[in-house]
């Protein structure tokens, strides 16, 4: 499995093939199911779904895998983005829309897709907050799952609408410390407390902000949350962290975000900050 979710994708953000699938993300194929659980336990195998998915005209353009030293990798929690086909041959824009499809087979939880979208010149894998993500139980058939698809597919224009809606409205420098602030604290606390841990700091805030392309220097909603999402999701920027030896802290690179649910996570928490932002 790639080491960081940037490199769970095809360079040329082409359609994965099943081989390349199997090396990011060998779960998608399992048709095994965690050892604890019972014949009763019905499970809703990804490698049914991609078929599906490739029925409705849409293709997986990323796999990534939770890593697991305790569990067996073919049982692992695992995300694939899927676009158009049409839109991988032939889209033009800065920006794609995608389906993202996060699924295990350890019974930790159901089958959720959510809306999305892939934003090409800083390769930034977006994920919509609220109102733009569903779940069906394993115990559903795929005709449940063609349900909850053919519903995301329908909201995919409306999450189009809503970010040009971003792009359209443009933020103050509070605002946008505001917006960087908040979106920080999606993976760390403020520094407040000399307690062991890692930090965000003033200098984080900062960072998140920073202007490192010329396609970023934008006040706009949406190029803000984009640059913040970058930094807070691949650790563009510095951190404290606090240990037994050195209680006074240590400024170091954050790492970036590899847990596949942590990914999703913080990525719709951080579309629905730059929202609540925006059209306050």
Same mark, same amino acid.
């Given at each position: 499995?790639?080491?960081?979710?940037?490199?769970?994708?095809?360079?040329?953000?082409? !359609? /994965?093939?099943?081989?390349?699938?199997?090396?990011?993300?060998?779960? *998608?194929?399992?048709? +095994?199911?965690? #050892?604890? %659980?019972?014949?009763?336990?019905?499970?809703?195998?990804?490698?049914?779904?991609?078929?599906?998915?490739?029925?409705?005209?849409?293709?997986?353009?990323?796999?990534?895998?939770?890593?697991?030293?305790?569990?067996?990798?073919?049982?692992?929690?695992?995300?694939?983005?899927?676009?158009?086909?049409?839109?991988?041959?032939?889209?033009?824009?800065?920006?794609?829309?995608?389906?993202?499809?996060?699924?295990?087979?350890?019974?930790?939880?159901?089958?959720?897709?959510?809306?999305?979208?892939?934003?090409?010149?800083?390769?930034?894998?977006?994920?919509?907050?609220?109102?733009?993500?569903?779940?069906?139980?394993?115990?559903? !058939? /795929?005709?449940?799952?063609?349900?909850?698809?053919?519903?995301?597919? *329908?909201?995919?224009? +409306?999450?189009? #609408?809503? %970010?040009?809606?971003?792009?359209?409205?443009?933020?103050?420098?509070?605002?946008?410390?505001?917006?960087?602030?908040?979106?920080?604290?999606?993976?760390?606390?403020?520094?407040?407390?000399?307690?062991?841990?890692?930090?965000?700091?003033?200098?984080?805030?900062?960072?998140?902000?920073?202007?490192?392309?010329?396609?970023?220097?934008?006040?706009?909603?949406?190029?803000?949350?984009?640059?913040?999402?970058?930094?807070?999701?691949?650790?563009?920027?510095?951190?404290?962290?606090?240990?037994?030896?050195?209680?006074?802290?240590?400024?170091?690179?954050?790492?970036?975000?590899?847990?596949?649910?942590?990914?999703?996570?913080?990525?719709?928490?951080?579309?629905?900050?730059?929202?609540?932002?925006?059209? *306050?």
């Amino acid at each position: 499995m790639a080491k960081h979710l940037i490199f769970s994708r095809n360079a040329n953000n082409s !359609a /994965l093939s099943a081989e390349r699938i199997q090396q990011l993300a060998p779960a *998608a194929f399992s048709t +095994t199911k965690a #050892e604890k %659980l019972t014949d009763r336990y019905v499970s809703l195998n990804t490698s049914d779904i991609i078929p599906v998915m490739q029925d409705y005209g849409y293709a997986p353009v990323q796999a990534a895998q939770k890593r697991s030293r305790s569990l067996n990798p073919a049982h692992s929690a695992h995300m694939l983005a899927f676009a158009k086909t049409w839109d991988i041959d032939f889209g033009t824009g800065d920006i794609r829309p995608e389906i993202i499809l996060y699924n295990s087979h350890d019974g930790s939880g159901s089958v959720k897709l959510f809306a999305g979208c892939f934003r090409f010149i800083c390769a930034n894998g977006l994920i919509a907050g609220d109102g733009f993500q569903s779940r069906i139980y394993h115990s559903k !058939a /795929l005709n449940g799952f063609e349900d909850m698809l053919r519903n995301t597919v *329908a909201t995919l224009p +409306t999450m189009m #609408e809503r %970010l040009e809606k971003l792009r359209g409205v443009t933020l103050d420098p509070h605002q946008s410390v505001l917006m960087a602030k908040r979106g920080v604290e999606t993976r760390w606390d403020m520094l407040e407390e000399q307690t062991k841990g890692v930090y965000a700091t003033p200098q984080t805030i900062a960072d998140v902000l920073h202007i490192s392309r010329y396609e970023d220097n934008y006040m706009d909603a949406f190029t803000v949350f984009n640059r913040i999402q970058e930094g807070v999701v691949r650790g563009n920027a510095f951190v404290k962290s606090l240990s037994e030896k050195h209680p006074n802290g240590v400024t170091r690179k954050a790492r970036p975000v590899n847990s596949v649910k942590e990914n999703i996570r913080i990525n719709s928490e951080l579309w629905n900050i730059a929202e609540d932002i925006a059209f *306050a």
